[in-house]
């Protein structure tokens, strides 16, 4: 994705602005376990005492309202709970974990990356190997908006991460080049560095995987090709300084996949999403009883928890579970697991509103059917089915709430886009 519009400034001038999610080490997994036993009763933490405030969690619904098992012990601190106040991460600057001046440990690759957090996130992780730097963001944002990426230029990674559609793409099912329609939903992009695993299935176990896939399958259609594809973007003359900078290329070395990958990465890693009236503990009168809700009778937060208001999980909630035949497995086909089979993972509720339809294979086309859904516990005919996913007896006015309490996680920012960005079967305003 590209810079935000009118983002406050981040390393250099790259006018990005950033939120991150939360580290699971140290003080932060500490704190994390502390907000998570703030809704769980039985829950303690030695050295801690825990008093349960009417703001005290801060959790989150995967569509799956109630749908998730309770963190496994050892694991509380990944589906930690939020305080929305006291306990809230405060935004703003932090050095990037892992940026030098020398980027990939070459020199030349500019000034290090400084984070600029809204509230609520913490800067997310970075890997050792992908360290951030202003230069390697910036290259990334040109790359991502860059339809020559494709296998016959006709769209870019933006094409399915639009502003007007919560940066996912609007559609039941994401289109590829030739307008070959794929087999599932596209996620929003929002706070994408804090995810575990990427895909609704967890395939890619980091958003550089994740890049690789999409340049070669179906979203970009590129497939073997790959290596002419990175040589040929490389050699464009827009990019050659610009990789030899950030990358430490030597003369004729050749562009390849992973260095695309990288910086595509890199600045993805900046599409931060915080600073809702959740995160400032502003919520009013429908959203504040929705949050209520959410965290208590409707059991959102058993799943949807943490900073990124999703435990990074994967559950079965009885949606795209065929009568008969296999159909798509899921988590089941990564992991060869049957267990998995037909589990997805929890997606974050950050800009849920605008990301429409919902669930992995696009099969709701509205929010509040989305949230009655999970609120009535699905079919319970479905084999394997979350065991907390039941019908938690909510009446049409606290739907509504609830609702209106999704409404409120909506993301401020926009991504700065670079050139024209029409795509065939993406049907909505540009910009």
Not at 277 to 282: L, M, P
Request: with cysteine.
């Amino acid at each position: 994705m590209g810079r935000y519009r009118g983002g406050a400034a981040t390393g250099a001038s790259q006018g990005i602005r950033g939120s991150g999610a939360g580290d699971h080490g140290g003080r932060g997994e500490r704190v994390g376990l502390r907000r998570w036993c703030a809704r769980a009763p039985s829950c303690s933490v030695p050295g801690m005492r825990v008093v349960l405030t009417a703001s005290t969690a801060l959790v989150a619904l995967s569509l799956a309202l109630g749908a998730c098992s309770s963190p496994p012990a050892g694991e509380a601190g990944k589906g930690a709970t939020k305080d929305a106040g006291k306990d809230a991460a405060k935004g703003g600057e932090a050095p990037a974990k892992g940026a030098e001046a020398g980027g990939e440990g070459r020199p030349g690759s500019g000034e290090a990356w400084a984070w600029k957090v809204p509230a609520g996130l913490t800067a997310p992780p970075v890997p050792e190997d992908n360290p951030m730097s202003a230069v390697k963001v910036e290259l990334g944002h040109q790359l991502f908006f860059d339809k020559r990426l494709s296998v016959d230029g006709s769209r870019s990674c933006y094409s399915c991460h639009q502003n007007q559609l919560g940066n996912a793409d609007g559609r039941a099912k994401a289109l590829g080049p030739g307008n070959k329609e794929l087999t599932r939903n596209t996620p929003t992009i929002w706070n994408v560095a804090f995810h575990g695993a990427l895909y609704w299935d967890g395939r890619a176990p980091s958003l550089e995987k994740q890049m690789v896939g999409a340049w070669k399958g179906g979203n970009m259609g590129v497939g073997d090709g790959i290596d002419a594809k990175a040589a040929e973007i490389g050699a464009l003359p827009e990019y050659q300084g610009r990789f030899r900078e950030v990358f430490g290329l030597g003369e004729g070395e050749a562009v390849t996949p992973d260095h695309v990958a990288k910086a595509i990465s890199a600045y993805e890693r900046t599409l931060l999403c915080g600073g809702s009236a959740w995160d400032t503990n502003t919520l009013d009168g429908a959203a504040l009883r929705g949050w209520e809700l959410f965290r208590g009778k409707a059991a959102c937060a058993t799943c949807h928890s943490g900073p990124n208001l999703g435990d990074d999980l994967f559950h079965n909630v009885g949606i795209g579970v065929p009568k008969e035949g296999e159909g798509d497995l899921g988590r089941g086909a990564t992991s060869k697991d049957a267990a998995d089979n037909y589990r997805f993972r929890t997606p974050t509720l950050r800009g849920v509103a605008d990301t429409a339809p919902y669930f992995h294979d696009g099969s709701v086309a509205d929010l509040r059917e989305a949230v009655k859904y999970m609120a009535s516990g699905g079919d319970r005919g479905v084999a394997g089915l979350d065991s907390n996913f039941v019908d938690r007896g909510l009446s049409d006015a606290e739907i509504d709430d609830i609702v209106a309490f999704l409404r409120s996680l909506g993301c401020p920012n926009d991504l700065a886009v670079i050139g024209d960005q029409a795509a065939p079967g993406i049907t909505a305003p540009l910009g």
